[in-house]
């Protein structure tokens, strides 16, 4: 059986890392990079992996792999970091990497090339039979490695789960049948990985998962995996609660994943964006474009760097294209300076982002018809909530910084936003590499980006470009 031959490979590939690299040596290098990460999250591991399963209604963990032992060689072309950046910005929440050398032409530094050019988490693939391949994946930079209940006995399941646990890696473990469902659970496992296909003669059905997942109480990550093709599996798997996918040939196989996940996904139709912090007629030019063309375009009347005057806001707006809205942002500004401003720029909406009161949202809507949003800088669900009954038009989330009021570049938990019951924006750290796991996860009714726009403090021409290129395909 395969299966077997696959595992005989890995232990003697083991026994010779061993004799190259000792495991004491492995083992210290994995202790010091763990308790790097750990200090550096305030003393705690956040496990990544498991946190960004849980993100949206349907999240990708998609896979490099140049062969499989079904398939054979899956693609002559390999540019495996290209696919890694290719496969965040298709709003990937996780990569799997393929290492096993024999039979699916992996490479263990495939794991730190692909940890050096993307943020989102790594699942190290492999036929995990030895501590020294838990110590080696931590060392690479994996998030999390797979442990296969065909192959772990539960004393080594438990054993390999709790020293991963240790150094902060999260556990895939994988079941093809009731059994090995049984198994996974009886040590505990916090995510599940249901195998569609069969280790033993290659076969598939998608419905595997569907089916086992039953067995699985609430509060377990499901992963379902291989063979799966089409938007109504996913669907089928959304259905059934199931929170991922983990999906190789087809997207090995797919010209532009990008669009290729939006076809698994689902479109996410009516969504806005506005493009903020605009200064220079170059920056009008880039959004007139049609292929860029922003609902907003946001000026920048408070003390910032992308800081407009009066008159320059005013000249920049009269060339910009009409079906563009211009926004002004503002800063702890008085209102009738704002309503003056609305009236005479002109603008069609007044971003509050500063320390504005309710009441004061209330005096502004007596003095101008201009729409109001108010932005608040979210730290704790209590800030989203206590806005929620706001009189302003709509509201615009952005990341907390003490020091800032906005443009600050940063991401702040979105998972914070779940009880927003109204349509609202979503700023903070927006850009190319996150924005479409920001639309598909968090679905607000408008995207903010600013910094993520900019290269040297300016706006940056391709950037936007290949942004809204994103954006359209997510969008379909
Ligand atoms: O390429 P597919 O059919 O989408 O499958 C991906 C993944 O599930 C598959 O590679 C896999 C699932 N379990 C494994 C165990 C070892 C190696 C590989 C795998």
């Not at 496992?189 to 089916?211: C, E, P, Q, W, Y």
């Not at 007139?288 to 000026?299: D, E, I, K, M, S």
């Not at 005096?363 to 009189?391: F, G, H, M, P």
Request: net charge negative; aromatic share 6%.
């Amino acid at each position: 059986m395969i299966l077997d031959t696959i595992v005989a490979a890995t232990r003697e590939r083991v026994a010779v890392l061993k004799k190259v690299k000792p495991i004491e040596a492995v083992r210290q290098a994995a202790l010091v990079r763990a308790e790097e990460e750990r200090t550096a999250s305030g003393g705690t591991f956040t496990f990544p992996f498991e946190r960004a399963l849980m993100e949206g209604s349907m999240n990708f963990i998609c896979e490099i792999k140049k062969a499989s032992p079904s398939k054979g060689v899956i693609v002559e072309e390999f540019p495996f970091v290209d696919i890694a950046k290719e496969y965040e910005e298709a709003g990937a929440a996780a990569i799997s990497v393929l290492t096993e050398p024999a039979y699916f032409m992996g490479v263990d530094s495939y794991v730190t090339d692909v940890a050096d050019v993307v943020t989102i988490p790594i699942l190290r693939k492999d036929f995990i039979v030895d501590e020294y391949q838990i110590y080696e994946s931590k060392v690479l930079g994996a998030s999390a490695i797979l442990l296969l209940c065909s192959v772990l006995d539960e004393e080594e399941l438990a054993r390999f789960m709790a020293l991963a646990t240790e150094l902060g890696l999260s556990c895939l473990v994988e079941a093809h049948n009731e059994e090995e469902v049984k198994k996974a659970l009886a040590v505990n496992a916090r995510i599940i990985g249901i195998n569609n296909r069969d280790l033993k003669d290659f076969s598939v059905d998608v419905g595997n998962s569907i089916r086992l997942r039953s067995l699985i109480p609430d509060g377990v990550i499901v992963v379902a995996e291989s063979g799966i093709k089409s938007a109504d599996e996913i669907e089928a798997l959304r259905e059934h609660q199931i929170h991922a996918a983990l999906i190789g040939e087809t997207l090995m196989r797919s010209e532009d994943k990008t669009k290729a996940l939006t076809e698994l996904f689902g479109p996410v139709r009516g969504l806005q964006v506005k493009i903020c912090g605009l200064s220079r007629t170059e920056d009008i030019t880039v959004v007139n474009n049609p292929a860029v063309r922003p609902t907003y375009a946001g000026f920048v009347f408070a003390e910032s760097p992308r800081r407009v005057s009066v008159s320059d806001a005013r000249n920049l707006i009269s060339q910009m294209a009409p079906q563009i809205q211009a926004v002004g942002v503002f800063v702890n500004e008085d209102v009738e300076t704002m309503a003056h401003l609305a009236e005479t720029v002109p603008l069609q909406v007044i971003q509050l982002h500063g320390d504005e009161t309710e009441d004061m949202i209330k005096q502004l809507r007596q003095l101008t018809t201009a729409r109001i949003w108010k932005a608040v800088r979210v730290q704790s669900e209590d800030d989203v909530l206590r806005w929620n009954e706001s009189v302003a038009d709509l509201l615009l989330f952005d990341a907390y910084k003490t020091d800032a009021y906005g443009g600050t570049g940063h991401v702040f938990d979105w998972k914070l936003l779940k009880k927003c019951t109204k349509p609202f924006i979503l700023a903070g750290g927006i850009h190319s590499k996150n924005v479409a796991r920001a639309i598909r996860n968090v679905k607000p009714y408008a995207i903010d980006a600013s910094s993520g726009l900019e290269t040297d403090g300016v706006k940056n021409k391709e950037k936007i470009f290949h942004f809204m290129d994103i954006i359209k395909k997510v969008r379909n």
